[in-house]
């Protein structure tokens, strides 16, 4: 039967926890024998060596006495006593004949008379004089001491695995209800509704509050192209319509035409109207071309000479017009990563929009400038400018403003140049020149 991705978390958090305890019970309990063992230790190498100091000063005598008043009441653990060679006890409390080898034994845990009804001793083992000392303690209270902390630590683990499985069905629960969100959000774009976006967390840092950004940031972006297309097919079947029929008009007109220089008159008159919509559908490609293409095909391009090279190829062209092209580089900024085709068809664009309708002011300058923020290239003509009140209005897409349907055009050119800026993360605005119009492009540096 396969599991769903939440009863596979609860289950794996569920197993970890279970998996930690026994590694900390274990712990515990390795911990607390090795302390309890090196207690009896340390207790039966000092009482040895203090009866070896007894026997030293005042004989077998002194360590009988020291013997008999060494056992408190009622502590049947302690093994205090003096054996023959043969094993056998002369005086003190122990078994009545030792089972082991009779050598010099520092401390050991061992059966003393080899008897199964009997629990372990730790012992130390040293002659004095002809006779041997033992000393020692039973382990029986040190068992039952384990078996007490081994039953507790077996209750944790029980409750611990409650815990573990309560904590399991929490986190499964939390995880499902953030997945389920994310989830819904999507289902209802595959549906056609992209406005609903994932509610994200206070904190915002974790990783489904990172994922809901991303998705919404999707989300956001598809949205806005989604209207945009809207706005675009229903410009494109607007703006077309006029010059379509004046299209036909025009070829209707020639084919009636009998005399051929009148002919040849008309047909240039639909070549005319022929590359307004060729225009009109290239400026529309070129947008939607920028916005599809990803960063990986940027590549490290000089500013500087990038607007350079752009001016070389304007300064006829502004000269012919009667115009002054002006060239202020402010500052030269290291290489940095752009798409050098579509920004210089942004570029040429704000320049061609300042020679056609700037070209009252007599000049236009080409302006690149590294500030804080980033760089900037701006185009500034001395024309009559845009209010600014219609400035939104002259970015968008088939976005024509009254002064300008006069002149052929299709409302496209500072679209484009809009979406070249978001392209590279930067963006595109109109100021005030005084008199004029100022087209800048900021990018973040």
Known sequence: MRLSVTARIALLSIALALLSNLVLVGFVWQQTHV????????????????????????????????????????????????????????????????????????????????????????????????????AGRSLDLVSAEQQAIERALALAVMFSLILGIGAGLVL?????LRLDRIAAVVEAAGEGDLSRRVPLGVAAGDAFDRLAA??????????????????????????????????????????LIAD????????????????LVMRMLTMVIEIS???????????????????????ELYEPVAEDAGLAFIVAIDDRPPAMPLHREL??????????????HGASGGSVTLRLAHVVEGIIIQVEDRGQGIAEEDRAQAIKRFGRLDAARSTPGAGLGMALIEAVARLHGGRF????????????IVLPA
């Open 172 to 176: 499964a629960r939390y995880v499902a």
């Open 343 to 356: 920004l210089s068809q942004a570029i040429t664009n704000l320049i061609d929009n300042a020679l056609k």
């Open 429 to 440: 605005e109109l100021d005030d020149n005084h008199p004029g119009l100022i087209a800048r």
């Open 214 to 255: 991303r998705l919404n940031a999707m989300l956001e972006k598809l949205e806005r192209l989604m209207v945009e297309l809207r706005v675009v097919t229903d410009s494109l079947a607007h703006d077309l319509r006029s010059p379509l029929a004046r299209l036909r008009t025009k070829t209707e007109q020639a084919v």
């Open 289 to 311: 071309r920028s916005e599809a293409i990803s960063r990986d095909r940027f590549s490290a391009v000089s500013p500087a000479r990038l607007v350079e090279e752009i001016a």
């Open 35 to 134: 302390a309890a063992l090196g207690t009896v230790r340390r207790e039966t190498i000092e009482t040895s060596d203090a009866m070896r100091a007894v026997f030293r000063t005042g004989g077998l005598r002194a360590v009988a006495d020291a013997i008999g008043g060494a056992r408190a009441p009622g502590d049947t653990s302690l093994l205090l006593a003096v054996v023959d060679g043969s094993g056998r006890r002369i005086l003190g409390y122990g078994p009545m004949r030792l089972g082991v080898r009779l050598v010099p034994t520092t401390f050991r845990v061992d059966d003393l008379d080899n008897s199964s009804a009997t629990s372990d001793v730790g012992y130390a083992l040293h002659p004095i004089g002809r006779y041997w000392l033992l």
């Open 260 to 275: 051929p220089a009148a002919r040849e008159t008309a047909l240039g008159g639909l070549l005319v109207e022929t590359d």
